[in-house]
């Protein structure tokens, strides 16, 4: 195969004015579609971002985009990456290149003007594809148009050499399988992986966390997963890592990255949090990590009738619900009809306002101080036990009040 079929990305008037833009500063071929989008296109697969090499420097593009009308964003000028917004679509233009130097968790760069060269520096065959304006498809490598409508993730040239420049592209393995692969995972690359896992130690903790949730959002990264299971990669990113069958279940039950992973890790709320602070999570994530958890009260689970589940979505919250009733389901498969019903009720149940406030305890005449809250919680309690009757919460606080 040597063309791509015609693709609605590559005729947007958005892409034209970039493509247009950097032709115009440089020739006809001096921008060509890469990586993903060429990739994706191939496989038949939607295309989000549409990327674009280039034989012009930094400078040259942003002078070119300007000179047409178009913003341009050095997001990373350092290591010639440029992006172009047109009509808000942002094109990440980067300017062709070859590694100077790696250790491992970052390269230095030299620009370039070789096709091959820049090729040549990529992770896996599959990303390193080009195409130019006409579709016509340029695979320097070799294997890439083979592997991508394969589903193969095979490491361009060497596995070795291309881990040792960036050991994240440990885990860039077993997020490509999860989102592309097909069939038996390349061996080779399999191998040098497990052998190599020790390098993701030296990786900075938002990259890793950042890899591993996109993996976990693929479709289906089960047995991705099982893979770095196996080859000891996954203890390295996740030490604490639970039994797998609940991850296992989840992935049937929800897509959410954060869920899945949530499933991954013990009902322990130490552990969670070791985990959060080693993968850097923001404080949202781990919080809502910790609030997964399922203690005994308020107990949540497939077994629930609507009345127990009105009081503990109140308490909990919605989310928070639906992500405890979620493990709890991953962990009961056979009770999914129970459980698929209460995360309904769950969305449709509108949750009441509490009808009392300080001013009413005030009224009642409880004294101003803690005793306000103290007395408040207990008829909440009350309230929340009782099923939130519409009426009754200010005579049970006039009762309190009384209580010798």
């Known amino acids: 195969m040597d063309r791509l079929d015609p693709q609605p990305w590559m005729t947007d008037p958005h892409t034209s004015a970039v493509m247009d833009a950097l032709e115009a500063a440089g020739g006809a071929d001096c921008a060509r579609f890469v990586g993903g989008c060429v990739r994706n296109a191939l496989m038949g697969r939607a295309v989000a971002d549409v990327d674009i090499a280039t034989r012009l420097l930094p400078p040259q593009v942003i002078a070119a985009l300007e000179a047409a009308g178009l913003r341009a964003v050095p997001t990373g000028v350092d290591h010639g990456t440029v992006t172009a917004i047109a009509a808000h679509t942002p094109f990440e233009i980067t300017t062709l290149r070859r590694d100077v130097e790696t250790d491992g968790r970052r390269a230095v760069v030299a620009f370039s003007d070789d096709w091959a060269e820049d090729a040549a520096r990529r992770d896996f065959r599959l990303n390193a594809l080009y195409a130019d304006r006409q579709g016509r498809l340029y695979d320097y490598v070799g294997g890439g148009v083979e592997d991508a409508l394969a589903g193969r993730i095979v490491f361009v040239g060497d596995a070795e050499t291309r881990i040792r420049e960036d050991y994240l592209r440990v885990l860039r393995f077993f997020r490509f399988y999860a989102w592309y ?7 080779a690359g399999l191998k040098t992986c497990a052998d190599l896992e020790a390098g993701i130690a030296t990786l900075s903790a938002e990259r890793v966390s950042a890899e591993l949730l996109k ?29 797998m069958a609940r991850f296992e279940a989840m992935v049937e039950i929800d897509p959410d990255p954060l869920l899945r992973l949530s499933a991954l890790l013990p009902d322990d709320a130490a552990a969670v949090i070791r985990a959060a602070e080693r993968l850097r999570l923001s404080n949202a994530q781990r919080e809502r990590l910790l609030a997964a958890l399922v203690p005994e009260t308020p107990q949540v689970g497939p077994g629930l009738d609507q009345r127990q589940a009105r009081a503990a979505i109140y308490r909990l919250g919605v989310r928070t619900f639906r992500d405890r009733l979620k493990r709890g389901w991953a962990e009961q498969p056979q009770a999914a009809p129970a459980a698929g019903a209460l995360l309904a009720y769950a969305e449709d149940w509108k949750v009441p306002r509490f009808p009392l406030g300080g001013a009413d305890a005030l009224n009642a005449g ?28 200010l005579d049970r606080l006039r009762a309190l009040v009384k209580r010798p």
């Open 181 to 187: 692969g097909k069939g038996e995972p390349d061996a």
């Open 215 to 243: 993996l976990l959002a693929a479709p289906d990264p089960r047995r991705a997963v099982r893979l770095m299971a196996e080859t000891g990669v996954l203890a390295m990113v996740l030490p604490e890592l639970a039994p």
């Open 366 to 393: 409880v004294p101003l101080g803690p005793e306000v809250g103290r007395l408040l919680r207990e008829v909440e309690a009350w309230w929340i036990e009782h099923d939130f009757p519409d009426e009754g919460a």
